[in-house]
C-alpha cells in the first residue's frame, strides 16, 4: 500500500467510527431532554449528516485498496496478518450493505435488526482494522525502525 493509501484508509475509518460512536451514544445512550423532542441532542442531526457524508470516502479508500492490497493478499498463502484482514474485510462489506439498506428499507422490524447488524458490523469493522494495523506495524520490518 501506498502512503497515501494508508492515511486515507485510516483517516476515514476513523471519522466513520468517531461520528459512528457519536451517534450511536445520541440515539440510543440518552434520553430526550423534553418528552416531546425529537432528538435526543441536539447535535445528533449534524453527527448524523457527518457520519453519512463521510461513509463514502471510507468506501473510496477502501476501493483504492482492493486491488493492490486486498486481492494481491488474499491470493497469497501462509499470511500472519490474514485473518484480520479478512474479518475487516467482511465486516467492512457488511456494515457497508447494512448501511446502504438503512436508507432504504422503511420497514420498523426490518430497521431495528439492520441497525442492529450495521452497529455490530461497525465496530466489528473498527476492532479487526486496529488488529490488522497491529499485526501489519508488528510484522514489518519498519517496525524496529
Known amino acids: 500500500m501506498t502512503p497515501f493509501e494508508r492515511w486515507s484508509v485510516r483517516v476515514t475509518a476513523l471519522l466513520v467510527t468517531v ?3 457519536a451517534y450511536g451514544w445520541m440515539k440510543y445512550l440518552l434520553s ?5 423532542d425529537a432528538v435526543n441532542h441536539p447535535l445528533q ?8 457524508l463521510t461513509t463514502p470516502l471510507l468506501v473510496f479508500a477502501l476501493g483504492m485498496i482492493a486491488v493492490g492490497h486486498v486481492w494481491r493478499h488474499l491470493r497469497e498463502q501462509g499470511r500472519a496478518r490474514r485473518r484480520s484482514g479478512w ?18 428499507v422503511t420497514h420498523e422490524r426490518w430497521l ?4 442492529m447488524g450495521h452497529v455490530a458490523t461497525g465496530a466489528g469493522f473498527a476492532l479487526g482494522l486496529l488488529v490488522h494495523q497491529a499485526a501489519t506495524h508488528r510484522a514489518s520490518p ?3 525502525a
Open 32 to 36: 430526550p431532554t423534553q418528552p416531546w
Open 19 to 21: 461520528t459512528g460512536l
Open 142 to 144: 519498519r517496525a524496529g
Open 112 to 115: 431495528f435488526w439492520l441497525a
Open 45 to 52: 442531526p449534524l453527527v448524523l449528516k457527518l457520519h453519512i
Open 87 to 104: 474479518i475487516a474485510l467482511v465486516t467492512a462489506a457488511t456494515m457497508i450493505v447494512t448501511g446502504y439498506l438503512i436508507q432504504a
